[in-house]
């Protein structure tokens, strides 16, 4: 049974930084492209960076190039998201995507059949 667990979430003010984490297990994690979602109430899920099995290919959205860094550590079945100068704007509930379709991250949610729970993100002004 596959399994994402998040972490790292938090409130903090507008220009900091966090770094979420997700655990993945029961997959094949090296051939499995992650992602990283975030969705605010009455909203649809928005893709927020996207890696390949092994880190090649790293996709991120318009909104955070620069400020965002995806990575992962195969050998510690982990994706992380570096979040830096954090911005209102980004305030989302976070959730951490798996899929073995594909070899480099889609950017569509639908393609990904594994979520974790969701992590709570605040930024205050």
């Known amino acids: 049974q596959v399994h994402l667990v998040e972490s790292g979430g938090g409130l903090v003010h507008a220009g900091d930084s966090l770094r979420l984490s997700c655990v993945g297990s029961g997959l094949t994690f090296n051939r499995t492209a992650m992602a990283w979602f975030r969705q605010v109430p009455g909203k649809e899920r928005d893709f927020v960076a996207g890696?390949?099995?092994?880190?090649?290919?790293?996709k991120y959205a318009d909104s955070v190039k620069g400020r965002f860094t995806i990575s992962r550590d195969n050998a510690l079945n982990t994706v992380y998201l570096q979040m830096n100068t954090l911005k209102p704007e980004d305030t989302a509930v976070y959730y951490c995507a798996a899929t073995q379709e594909a070899v480099r991250a889609p950017l569509a949610a639908e393609a990904y059949h594994h979520w974790g729970q969701g992590t709570q993100v605040t930024v205050s002004s």
């Open positions: 890696i390949s099995w092994i880190g090649g290919t790293l």
